[in-house]
T-cell receptor, first 117, second 112 residues
Framework: DTGVSQDPRHKITKRGQNVTFRCDPI?????LYWYRQTLGQGPEFLTY????????KSRLLSDRFSAERPKGSFSTLEIQRTEQGDSAMYLC???????????????FGPGTRLLVL | AQSVTQLGSHVSVSEGALVLLRCNYS??????LFWYVQYPNQGLQLLLK??????LVKGINGFEAEFKKSETSFHLTKPSAHMSDAAEYFC??????????FGAGTRLAVHP
């Protein structure tokens, strides 16, 4: 049983460069979430997909950030013109929409740690 | 809007002692509440979740949490701490579009 995977695990880049992260969810999961976690804080929601549709974006997701989930499978998160403030752990989670209205469990990947110099 | 507050950013206990990590929530609707654990340089792992079926929820690794509506609390406990419990623990509540809204976390240290 494979869990959520993320690639790369670590990324060091220079300010102004573009970076792209990939998330592969658990295969049958139709919901996918991106979160950002800075040092000493809890994860903060960035965006949410149900299948291929991006249904919500946080105000944290500036116009330099874009996320996609083509064909409702893997997802990518791109940051253009990176800034030092973008340094954080980027976490992906996936879940299966529940029946009966009970809250589903989100399964998290190991994260991609980004350092912008 | 939903939110959670975790009291105590650091908790230190002796091995074998009771673990108590505090979480208070704010929600305008009946909440769904979660506890996750994060080991260094890893993602988050679900410990347990409250979905209104029972107020005392048992999770993995001997942890449990009790939902108290009157106190708006969902504190996490474990009767006897083990060295392997040292990690960061996050309380979370479900918000709109099923996103998780996390507290700031509590780092648990376990000393011999």
């Amino acid at each position: 049983d494979t869990g959520v995977s993320q690639d790369p695990r670590h990324k060091i880049t220079k300010r102004g460069q573009n970076v792209t992260f990939r998330c592969d969810p658990i295969s049958e999961h139709n919901r996918l979430y991106w979160y950002r976690q800075t040092l000493g804080q809890g994860p903060e929601f960035l965006t949410y997909f149900q299948n291929e549709a991006q249904l919500e974006k946080s105000r944290l997701l500036s116009d330099r950030f874009s996320a996609e989930r083509p064909k409702g499978s893997f997802s990518t998160l791109e940051i253009q013109r990176t800034e030092q403030g973008d340094s954080a752990m980027y976490l992906c989670a996936s879940s299966l929409a529940p029946s009966g209205g009970v809250a589903e469990t989100q399964y998290f990947g190991p994260g991609t740690r980004l350092l912008v110099l | 809007a939903q939110s959670v507050t975790q009291l105590g950013s650091h908790v230190s206990v002796s091995e074998g002692a009771l673990v108590l990590l505090r979480c208070n929530y704010s929600s305008s609707v009946p909440p769904y509440l979660f506890w996750y654990v994060q080991y260094p340089n890893q993602g988050l792992q679900l410990l347990l979740k409250y979905t209104s079926a029972a107020t005392l929820v048992k999770g993995i690794n001997g942890f449990e949490a009790e939902f108290k509506k009157s106190e708006t609390s969902f504190h996490l406990t474990k009767p006897s701490a083990h060295m392997s419990d040292a990690a960061e623990y996050f309380c979370a509540v479900i918000g709109g579009y099923n996103k998780l809204i996390f507290g700031a976390g509590t780092r648990l240290a376990v000393h011999p």
